[in-house]
């Protein structure tokens, strides 16, 4: 088989730039580990900055987004027992658009099966090659059969622990990392938000979110210890420690229901660089990891694939500015968000070794936030996309 891009992994990334090449008329394969169903099992986040919300329209998958998706002017924080809201309308003229990631990755899905695109669902031992030259290849065994692809680029949107970065010479690539001493437990239940906006809260318990993928189902996470497992969590466990941590006309409104989905997720920051080794490219989770914290994981894939989707299309037109200077322009935007990322999460956890000097100056950090026009415009353009 012979494709102009090969593309590993079938997430947000890796659809997104599917669609993205296919309207501009390039052909592209997409080479996924798991089964179609699977991959659209997985309950990630949902909190969409507009521009890539902009981006999902100009792929022609809006419709349904715009139609079911949620438009936000603002989030609340809570500490001491006082809510704040961050009117990120009034501070920067933008909100947040609130459509789960399970949604924009079955919209992108169909979108793909309808054009007739291809697909290989659980394509077992993928492994790249040559992308150190003009010719690489990608293997794989599909149903026992041993398959090649011949093509002109890779481009590796298979998460975290996905071949791709794998693939690369340890000299090749740097890393940073940041890993977080705590974990986010989270809860889907089919109940009414206990607020219209999401509330970041953050209590001496620890940190709490109550977020929300539609205005009949919920989604809400409590700080947990590490070594915590969700099967030791019973719903009601969940459901008296959440309310512990909220602040007390919260707890009162809160609604609380059986868990149709219960998981923990570590946090952590990790940035690879650079993102492209001759015709490899990395883009989303494969490059790049941030804490939930910020709302950043998906816009961030999202923001690398349009890069490189107008990389590539002006590629294959002759003109490789845009892959050369690909990694660099990735970057900056992924450095800032990583910092924001990092920032919400240090000013909203409560950390282990966390002594009594260190609570107080996240108290006063947070009581300066909420008191500075200045400061919530800081944190409203990061979190709405525009200062990154
Ligand atoms: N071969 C083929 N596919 C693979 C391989 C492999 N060796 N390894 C991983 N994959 C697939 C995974 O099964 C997964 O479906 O690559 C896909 C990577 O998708 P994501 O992990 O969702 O990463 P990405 O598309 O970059 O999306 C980033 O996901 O985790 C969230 O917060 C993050 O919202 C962000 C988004
Ligand atoms: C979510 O809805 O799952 C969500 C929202 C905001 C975050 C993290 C997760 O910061």
Redesign the pocket.
Known sequence: MRVQVAI????????LLGQLLHRAGIDAVI????SRE??LG?V??GVLEQVTVDLLDRAGVGERMHREGLIHDGIDIHFGGARHRIDFRRLTGKGVTVYG?TEI?RDLMNARAAAGLATVYE?AD?AIHDFDTDHPRVT?RKDGVSETIACDVIAG????????RASVPAAAVSTAERIYPFGWLGVLSDTPPVSPELIYNRHERGFALCSMRSRTRSRYYVQCSLDDSAERWSDEMFWDELRRRLDAKAAETLVTGPSIEKSIAQLRSFVAEPMRFGRLFL????AH??P?TGAK??N??ASDVSVLAEALIAFFAGDAHGVDTYSARCLRRVWRAVRFSWWMTGLLHRFPDADAFAHKVQTAELDYLVGSEAAMTALAENYVGLAL
């Open positions: 590993i992994g079938s997430g947000p990334a890796g659809l080479l996924e580990r798991q699977h991959v997985r990630r986040a990631q990755t394509a993928v794989y949107c298979d998460g975290y622990h996905g071949v791709c883009a989303g989770d494969a990891i941030v939930p994981g998906l961030l894939a």
